[in-house]
Structures are given as C-alpha cells and as structure tokens.
T-cell receptor, first 118, second 112 residues
Framework: GAGVSQSPSNKVTEKGKDVELRCDPI?????LYWYRQRLGQGLEFLIY????????KSGLPSDRFSAERTGESVSTLTIQRTQQEDSAVYLC????????????????FGPGTRLTVL | RKEVEQDPGPFNVPEGATVAFNCTYS??????FFWYRQDCRKEPKLLMS???SGNEDGRFTAQLNRASQYISLLIRDSKLSDSATYLC?????????????FGRGTSLIVHP
C-alpha cells in the first residue's frame, strides 16, 4: 500500500515568509510525528498527534511553529516568518498504535521536505 | 546530558569486518528500543527492534542492558551496502502514547 507522503519535496523561500508543509500518513495510522533534521545532525522531535489532538508540543522550537491535523489524516506544519536557521529537512512519520503493544509499533517515515531559507 | 547518546563515528571498516555500536539513554523509564538505518539524503527505516533478551536478525544482533541503560548493535561480515547512519531510538511514555527519541546516529563506512 501507499506509504507516508510529504509535500513539497523541496521548498526554497525568502527569510520572513511563511511556509506550510504537508504530511499524508498511512491510512489508519493513529499517531503522527514531525521531526526536524539539520544537515549532519540527528532527528529533533517537534510535535506528535494522537488522532487529531497534540498531547506533546514541547519540541516546537518557537511560537513561529505550529501544526494541525484534521480528520485523523493529513497534517500541516506551518512556520511563520521563516529564519535561516529553520533550514532543514522536515520529516513526518506515522504509526499504527496497535492496542496493547503500542510501544513496539514501528514508525514509518515520509521522504521529507527539504526547506531552504535564503 | 542528552537523552540518547551515540558515538557519531564515522566507523570505517573493511568488508567482512565485525563492528559494534553502542547507545546510552538517560531516562530509566524508557519503554522500548529500536535501531533505524538512514541512508544519505533518505528517510530513516526500521532495522530492528531491541528486545530485553536480545535478538538476532541475520548478520545483525541487538542487545539491551537496562541496568546500565545502553543498547548495542553488532554487525557481522560487513557488506558495502551496510554503509549508512545507524540511529538508536528510545521510546518514552508520554500522555498515553510513546515519544520516540532519536540519537544523533553513528556513521558506518564499509570499504572494499
């Protein structure tokens, strides 16, 4: 079946502009995660959704970052007034959350959106 | 102290070598553990889960030491195609679900 998809695959924007990144998780996956990966660095957790709610927003780096999820499917990550330090690959992952064994469920990642802020 | 720490490497080994990576985690409430593999400019993909009793999948062996709070990955008979970054992942319970926390990754280069 279809995997996690993200769009756009690449985004170049000017400093100060707003950008919106989209993630389409695998159908039926309850949990959805956003990560940021700067060049040569590890994955930095941003936010996750359990259904449409976001129990943990602790990873969002500033109030310029926000995310929403509707219909337990598509999620959008919005970055307002982009800065050069926002340049990174933004990865989305989804997970089925099988009852009783949630802790063992694998995350499936999308290909990421490469954001470049000039 | 970071929650999940890994030696970034790179580990540069010849084909056929055995190589081992360690990963330490700081939160004793960590629930489950994984190794992911990430190829250059690609997304991470699950390599294997790490079970308390240790587990093996072909040339790959993963072990968990809860007392010392570390997990390991052993790769035997390295292949050129094993060249990648290996990410240690620790699940922390949070708000009824689990937050996967990633290490920075260990880079492996297998040469002929």
């Amino acid at each position: 079946g279809a995997g996690v998809s993200q769009s756009p695959s690449n985004k170049v924007t000017e400093k100060g502009k707003d950008v919106e990144l989209r993630c389409d998780p695998i159908s039926g996956h309850t949990a959805l995660y956003w990560y940021r990966q700067r060049l040569g660095q590890g994955l930095e957790f941003l936010i996750y959704f359990q259904g449409n709610s976001a129990p943990d927003k602790s990873g969002l780096p500033s109030d310029r970052f926000s995310a929403e999820r509707t219909g337990e499917s598509v999620s959008t990550l919005t970055i307002q007034r982009t800065q050069q330090e926002d340049s990174a690959v933004y990865l989305c992952a989804s997970r089925p959350i099988t009852s009783g064994r949630a802790r063992l469920d694998e995350q499936f990642f999308g290909p990421g959106t490469r954001l470049t802020v000039l | 102290r970071k929650e999940v720490e890994q030696d970034p490497g790179p580990f540069n080994v010849p084909e056929g070598a055995t190589v081992a990576f360690n990963c330490t985690y700081s939160n004793s409430a960590s629930q489950s553990f994984f190794w992911y593999r990430q190829d250059c400019r690609k997304e991470p993909k699950l390599l294997m889960s790490v079970y308390s009793s240790g587990n093996e999948d072909g040339r790959f062996t993963a072990q968990l030491n809860r007392a010392s709070q570390y997990i390991s990955l052993l790769i035997r008979d390295s292949k050129l195609s094993d060249s990648a970054t290996y990410l240690c992942v620790v699940n922390l319970a949070s708000g009824g679900s689990y937050i996967p926390t990633f290490g920075r990754g260990t880079s492996l280069i297998v040469h002929p």
